[in-house]
């Protein structure tokens, strides 16, 4: 099992800037892609930014290229996802998810295992 802890979420103006962190425990061993996904009222979970454990690589959505970075910190089982430039539709529920298969990279049914989620509200 793997544990998953978000924190970090607030309220920012848009062009604001926030960092979420995700601290994970139990068998990280066993984890290949760690990631975020966010969820607005009324629409599906979609995919934010993954990475690869094994080499740190990055895959984002279109959506928050340029604006958002994902990064580990291996020593305290952490991932972190910097959102600057945000704008009222990244405006979300945000999650962190790890899994431990391949498996289509956007894909929510592939993730494993979630943390309880951390609200993220931008304002115009």
């Known amino acids: 099992q793997v544990q998953l802890v978000e924190s970090g979420g607030g309220s920012v103006q848009a062009g604001g800037s926030l960092r979420l962190s995700c601290v994970a425990s139990?068998?990280?061993?066993?984890?290949?892609?760690m990631g975020w996904f966010r969820q607005a009222p009324g629409k599906e979970r979609e995919g934010v930014a993954i990475?690869?454990?094994?080499?740190?690589?990055?895959v984002y959505a279109d959506s928050v290229k340029a604006r958002f970075t994902i990064s580990r910190d291996a020593a305290k089982d952490t991932v972190y996802l910097q959102m600057n430039s945000l704008k009222p539709e990244d405006a979300a529920m945000y999650y962190c998810?790890?899994?431990?298969?391949?498996?289509?990279?956007?894909?929510?049914?592939?993730?494993?295992?979630w943390g309880q989620g951390t609200q993220v509200t931008v304002s115009s």
């Open positions: 990475l690869y454990t094994g080499d740190d690589f990055p």
């Open positions: 139990g068998y990280t061993y066993s984890v290949n892609v």
């Open positions: 998810a790890a899994r431990s298969r391949t498996g289509r990279e956007f894909d929510p049914e592939t993730y494993f295992y």
